[in-house]
């Protein structure tokens, strides 16, 4: 039971960047997944998050500028990221849920892997 993010760096305002989490097979194909960031001095937080089948949920602050996708045969999980801002600073991890719909507390979410670094600066 792995999940591994990768795909972080140091990026201006107004850039993008894609984020993708790579789980083991049994994870990704028959569980919900989730993006979470905690920025400095700040709580953990629900980014975005989609369900086996597709559908998707977003926190309101990333809505329109963050897509998150995801290949169940490359078992692999994606967020497009645009359109970024400084407030976006922080360390993405994903997640794992055996629920069948999104959630966004992090205490429902069974695995986790270890995050990624992004800094928006200019």
């Known amino acids: 039971v792995q999940l591994q993010a990768s795909g972080g760096g140091l990026v201006q305002p107004g850039d993008s960047l894609r984020l993708s989490c790579a789980a083991s097979?049994?994870?990704?194909?028959?569980?919900?997944m989730g993006w979470f960031r905690q920025a400095p001095g700040k709580q953990r937080e629900f980014v975005a998050g989609?369900?086996?089948?597709?559908?998707?949920r977003y926190t309101h602050s990333v809505e329109g500028r963050f897509t998150v996708s995801r290949d169940n045969a490359k078992n692999t999980m994606y967020l497009r990221m645009n359109s970024l801002k400084p407030e976006d600073t922080a360390i993405y991890s994903c997640?794992?849920?055996?629920?069948?719909?999104?959630?966004?507390?992090?205490?429902?979410?069974?695995?986790w892997g270890r995050g990624t670094l992004v800094t928006v600066s200019s």
């Open positions: 997640a794992a849920s055996r629920s069948n719909r999104v959630l966004a507390s992090s205490t429902l979410y069974d695995y």
């Open positions: 097979g049994h994870i990704l194909s028959g569980h919900v």
């Open positions: 989609i369900t086996s089948s597709g559908t998707t």
